[in-house]
Each structure stands twice: as structure tokens, then as C-alpha cells.
């Protein structure tokens, strides 16, 4: 009889040990999001389009946080960073590349603990293109707060039809005096594109009280 009740207990207490476990795990922090570059792709000669898997922080505008080596470690120097409205794209702006292969590598722009403040490695790296990017033609002052800018083939210096990102406000700035950037829209054709901006605020003008302006000594 005692037996019996033994073996009939049995499979309680593995019951129990069986749920104690599944509490257990119940409380462990699931995994940080991993990181990782997706692509790098050359979309000109002084371009580089790189995506990532997830979201990346504010350093991704830095553009000592990337690293551009061809063969023999010589170094490609990346002038600016772009991240685009998505959250993981980020578009470089380089010196002149060469028609070799290009290996890229990313640091501090990763969010979550996995990844922040570590390097980021381009699988496989990008090849050089050599396709010339459109200049800046002219930027004409058409107001206190708007600028035709236009653009042109280097080369041909033929006037050059741009994509939609030339009228991303995040590709344009306006210094020495610093204007807030926007909007900016195409102008008739798409050669050319209107850029919007804010003038910083004035000073105030003070007066003496009795409301005469000050004469020079």
C-alpha cells in the first residue's frame, strides 16, 4: 500500500519541478537587440548609402564614427553623414573613391546595450564607383529666407536633373550667419530646387529712457 502511494506521488513532485522552472525563466530579461549593417552601397564616385538592421542613435550624424579603408589600409575619408527620416539609413559623403573594393566600419551609432560603443563591420565591404556626383552650380539669395539652388554636371556642366533627396532639408546647411533649414522644394524643373530657411533672431535695439539714441564721444 505504502508502495503504491509513492509511485502515485512521484509524478506530482515532477510536476513541481517542472513549473518552478518555467517561473524562473519567466523573469529573465529577454536578449538585447542586435545591430548589424545590412548593406553599403557606392551611389557615386563621392557617395555611400549604408543601411542598417535596426534604429541608430544621434552619433550617426558624426562622421569620424565611420571608417572607409581600400587595399592596403589606405584610408577614404568620409566628409559628412546623413541619416536619412527612416531611422536606418545613413548616406556618407567621401572623398573620390576608386574602382576597388572598400571595407567600412561603424562605431557608437547603435542603440541598445548589445551593441553601443562597439564597432560595426560591413560583410564584404563596397566596391568604388565612379559614377560623378551633380555640383552645386549656383545658390542665388532670392529673399532674406529663400535660395535657388541649382546643379550641374561636372564634367559636362550641363544642368543635371536630381533625385528626390535633393530636397531632403537634412542634406542642406547654411552657415556664417547659421540659418535653420526648413523646407526645401524643386523649382519648375528638377534641376534647380527652392531651399527655405529661418534668419536668426535680432537683437533688441535699446534706447536710453528718454527715447534720444546715444551720440558718440
Known sequence: ???????????????????????????QA??????????????SQTSVAVTFS????????????YVITGPAGVSLGVIAAYP???????????EPQQLVKY????????LGAATAGGTLQAQGG????GEVAPIVASA????????????ADPTSAKLQEMG?????????????????????????????GRVAGALPPRRPHHRPPDGRARQGR
Do not use: H
Request: with cysteine; proline share 3%.
Open 1 to 27: 500500500m505504502d508502495r503504491t502511494r509513492r509511485q502515485a506521488r512521484a509524478p506530482l513532485w515532477g510536476l513541481v519541478i517542472t513549473l518552478v522552472l518555467l517561473v524562473g525563466g519567466c523573469g
Open 30 to 43: 529577454p536578449p538585447a537587440l542586435q545591430v548589424s549593417i545590412v548593406s553599403a552601397v557606392a551611389t
Open 54 to 65: 535596426g534604429a541608430v542613435n544621434d552619433a550617426a550624424k558624426l562622421a569620424e564614427n
Open 84 to 94: 536619412g527620416e527612416d531611422g536606418i539609413t545613413v548616406n556618407l559623403a567621401t
Open 103 to 110: 571595407q567600412l566600419s561603424v562605431k557608437n551609432v547603435a
Open 126 to 129: 563596397f566596391g568604388g564607383s
Open 140 to 151: 542665388i539669395a532670392l529673399s532674406n529666407t529663400e535660395v535657388l539652388v541649382t546643379f
Open 164 to 192: 528626390d533627396g535633393a530636397i531632403n532639408i537634412a542634406y542642406y546647411e547654411i552657415a556664417e550667419p547659421s540659418l535653420e533649414i526648413l523646407g526645401a522644394a524643386f523649382a519648375r524643373r528638377r534641376t534647380s
